[in-house]
């Protein structure tokens, strides 16, 4: 019978002194995902060494099972709840680690960061999480486990959790959850610990079954490189290629880029009657015909007119380099991207990583073998592409030097100019945002300051900061930004979507103002109401208005603070 259960790929990332195998260990055994025989195995073995039982010797049975005589680069370790079939991702080393996830040989959706909560943010912490901003990896959990040893302390969770939102927020990865558990002792991991009552989220099992799984292939936007163009007479010309994402239609207007050339499909072609289809879609290999008689040629991307790829001759990547000499710059390698090739060279190496230790280099002239570069990349000419957190398929490329593949990367974006403010963006519709900033009492100043959040522009799909050091907002939320007329959906942490306030409907969910302020809505009515007298004042909020229908408190505090540069506040407010 036919397994159509959905799968999601996670990996693990941590100090193995923090008890990344333990809580693994635990994972597998808590679902029932190792065999009773092989745990009374382990439980025997550990008697007969005198060795006390634990989760961790689990993993490492498991693992031996898996290598069947081959060595791998990356273990993969299923294990299963009643939504879904995980598989956890563990590597040995960051250097294997690194290169299987930029090759594609080991793609993580989501990824728990596990820290010790007796040691606290360490330095291995801070570079593991780093891993996942070189990566692109935007779903993630925080778990700080060993909370048996500072006694369950809610105030010791909290500080942890401060100082690592401050960190991993200057490399653009938001978490979206933080757990604290004991995993020797299985506290929060299938249900919610007594030992923690201050903890009012989910355990680390029903955590994971709220992880979104990212769309699949057939539902990501259309994308359609070209392989190659067929004459077959003087009237018909197929283009050839392979859909790696997205579907297409008979009839479906398409955009060809980079050459901006918009027609529609034709047909799509077969061999025999049997094989006629008039939809076709990710990973079928397929050839069309167009309506135009444009010059078309590989390499070229086809998509729909609304859902374009990025083009450019600039991108910021991510890349991990396997040549035999230094990467340096200004030096002349192929780009092969999709199906494009086109000379390259990079003009800013940003950053080095030494893949095994995660040491870093800034401003570098060359990146070293098995190390990983933040570089600056231009092409020869205008290409197509994606950001790699987008679709994978068009955000990863290969280097070419010579006759060899030298480097494998990840597009992790544009080269943009200088953000000066956060934003939620969707094409042409913009909602600027201070929900993100954070307000303090200086005391030394006898005044409220507020911080304005690291500037961002945040598109559809990537999540949101929604919990910072002075505000806390729920993961389903609505921010609607009554000046400019545009309302933004929040679900589990993502941005959903961005409308215009007249095609915006109330549909129960909390909303707050593009400041963060609460907005005092609870019905249809409320809502009516509200954007009635916005209306009739041309979108002016005044201070009748705002006293009516905003609460501050709601979802934020003002902290106490001698002096802004503590790193923590004294009292909360």
Request: proline share 3%; charged share 30%; hydrophobic share 35%.
């Amino acid at each position: 019978m036919e397994n159509n259960r959905e799968v999601l790929k996670i990996v693990v990332v941590g100090h193995v002194d923090h008890g990344k195998s333990t809580v693994i260990g635990r994972l597998l055994y808590d679902t029932k995902s190792v065999p009773e025989g092989k745990i009374e195995r382990v439980k025997k073995t550990c008697k007969e060494k005198g060795k006390p039982f634990e989760y961790a010797y689990l993993l490492d049975a498991f693992e031996e099972e898996q290598k069947q005589g081959i060595t791998i680069d990356t273990t993969q370790l299923q294990f299963f709840t009643e939504k879904r079939d995980y598989v956890i991702i563990d590597a040995p080393g960051h250097k294997e680690f690194l290169k299987n996830m930029i090759s594609g040989a080991a793609n993580a959706e989501a990824a728990l960061l596990i820290i010790d909560a007796y040691e606290g943010v360490q330095e291995q912490s801070k570079r593991h999480g780093y891993i996942l901003s070189l990566l692109g990896i935007q779903k993630v959990y925080i778990i700080v486990n060993k909370m048996d040893l500072i006694d369950y302390s809610e105030e010791k969770f909290n500080s942890i959790k401060q100082e690592m939102n401050e960190f991993l927020n200057n490399l653009h990865v938001y978490p979206m959850k933080y757990i604290p558990i004991s995993a020797f002792y299985g506290e929060n991991m299938t249900s919610q610990s007594e030992k923690m009552p201050w903890y009012k989220g989910e355990p680390i099992l029903g955590a994971i079954d709220l992880i979104e799984k990212d769309k699949g292939l057939a539902d990501k936007p259309l994308r359609f490189p070209i392989q190659d163009v067929y004459k077959f007479d003087k009237h018909r010309r197929i283009i050839a290629g392979r859909i790696e994402s997205g579907s297409l239609n008979v009839g479906d207007e398409i955009l060809i880029s980079p050459s901006n050339k918009v027609t529609r499909v034709k047909t799509i072609e077969y061999w025999q009657e049997k094989d006629k289809k008039d939809t076709v879609y990710a990973g079928m290999s397929v050839g069309i015909t167009v309506e135009d008689e444009f010059f078309n040629k590989r390499g070229e991307v086809i998509t729909h007119k609304e859902t374009a790829p990025l083009i450019s001759d600039i991108f910021r990547a991510n890349l991990f380099w396997m040549g035999k000499t230094p990467l340096v710059k200004g030096k002349k390698y192929k780009l092969k991207l999709a199906t494009q090739e086109v000379e390259c060279e990079v003009v800013a190496v940003n950053k080095v990583i030494d893949a095994t230790t995660l040491e870093t280099i800034e401003n570098a002239e060359d990146v070293k073998t098995n190390d990983v570069g933040e570089v600056t990349i231009r092409t020869k000419e205008m290409i197509s592409f994606d950001e790699f957190k987008n679709n994978q398929n068009t955000g990863r490329f290969v280097i070419v030097d010579g006759y060899d593949v030298t480097g494998g990367g990840i597009v992790s974006g544009l080269v943009k100019g200088i953000e000066t403010q956060c934003k939620l963006v969707k094409k042409d519709l913009e909602i600027t945002l201070g929900a993100f900033d954070e307000y303090y009492f200086v005391l030394s100043e006898n005044m409220v300051r507020k911080i304005a959040a690291r500037p961002e522009s945040f598109e559809v799909g990537d999540v949101l900061p929604l919990s910072g050091d002075t505000y806390a907002f729920p993961q389903d939320i609505d921010i609607l930004d009554l000046k400019s007329g545009l309302a933004a959906k929040i679900r589990k942490s993502l941005l959903q979507d961005v409308v215009k306030l007249s095609e915006y409907s109330y549909g129960s969910h909390p909303m707050i103002d593009s400041r963060g302020f609460y907005i005092k809505v609870q019905s249809e009515a409320d809502y009516k109401k509200v954007y009635k007298i916005l209306e009739e004042n041309n979108q002016v909020i005044t201070t009748d208005f705002a006293n009516r229908w905003f609460d501050f408190n709601q979802f934020r505090k003002v902290k106490l603070r001698n002096t802004l540069n503590l790193h923590s506040a004294e009292f909360e407010i």
